[in-house]
């Protein structure tokens, strides 16, 4: 998720214009099978994203937990995830998050007898030496915690002075953080919908937003976003991202434990998006575009 949040973050500033004279008129994409929408379909996406931007213009504050299941593109066993991670994501407008996963269950395979037809034998296992991803944006920077080098590293990838300020609702996770209308629809391809089960049954108050990337940029990173809104609250109750090596993560959030405009929560967004310290022993690197990656002189000492 960090490397979608920086890219996006970034990309709108890594593009050169065409040089005078070698101006083309932007290509318009076309919309992919079932994106086609007719008037009545054109209509109710509106009022769905109308609604939704109003209602998430409201939230100051915001906090959840959730499971991610992590699929494999190629395992034998598609449809049983790898992992099954636990965290919670926070955000605060415009531009401060923290994403944390604090417990991961691994899948275990189980021997099975040769000749064997059936579904995959197994179980997850909560793996207690796992150390999950970590990120947090203070709004100047994105920093994500490495546990995988030696020594580890806090890494920052500054945000462009023309991007700060201007929210997370940017990245390639609006759906999440409420971005406007006119932004979603002309990143996305786009289609709302009364949600189905795996049975192809309706699914009472719930809507679903299906999206499909326009531009580049995001195309690279996923082939699509499928979000389910409570039709009352407007608020996330799961997310699939699809990548395009058919790798998914699947998030469902915990609506009952969200958190939004808590002013009980004040101290705790102080400290939670505050610029990270570099913990004793690791290095401080600094991953900009254009530039070469540093590292902190002193590493491990406080910032």
Known sequence: MTRLIYHALIALFLACPLAAGQQTAPVQPKAPPGFQLNAQQQQY?????????????????????????????????ANI????????????????????????HR?????????????????????KNAIGEHW??????????NFHTDPKQLVERPIPPEMQGKGIVDTPLPFLFGAEADKLKARFFMKAFQALDAK???????????AVPKKMADAVEYQMVEI????????????????????????????DRVSINNTIDRL??????????????WQHVIDAPNTQSAAAPQAGTTR
């Open 268 to 281: 705790r967004w102080a400290t939670l998006f505050a610029t990270p310290s570099t913990p004793l022993g």
């Open 200 to 210: 192809r049954q309706p699914i009472p108050d719930v809507i679903q937003i299906s």
């Open 107 to 127: 899948w275990k395979a189980e021997s099975v007898e040769p000749g064997y037809q059936g579904p995959p034998k197994g179980k997850h296992e909560h793996d």
């Open 81 to 104: 995830a790898s992992n099954i991670e636990e965290g919670e994501i926070s955000y605060q407008k415009p531009d401060k998050g923290s994403f944390k996963i604090e417990k991961i």
């Open 45 to 77: 996406l509106d009022q769905v994203l109308a609604v939704w931007e109003k209602s998430s213009d409201q939230v100051k504050t915001f906090s959840c937990p959730f499971v991610r299941y992590e699929y494999d593109a190629f395992s034998p066993a």
């Open 136 to 145: 947090v944006c203070d709004g100047k920077s994105v920093f994500q915690y």
């Open 228 to 255: 389910q809104l409570d039709r009352r609250t407007l608020l996330p109750l799961s997310m699939n991202i699809i990548r395009p090596d058919s790798s998914r993560s699947a998030y469902v959030f915990y609506k």
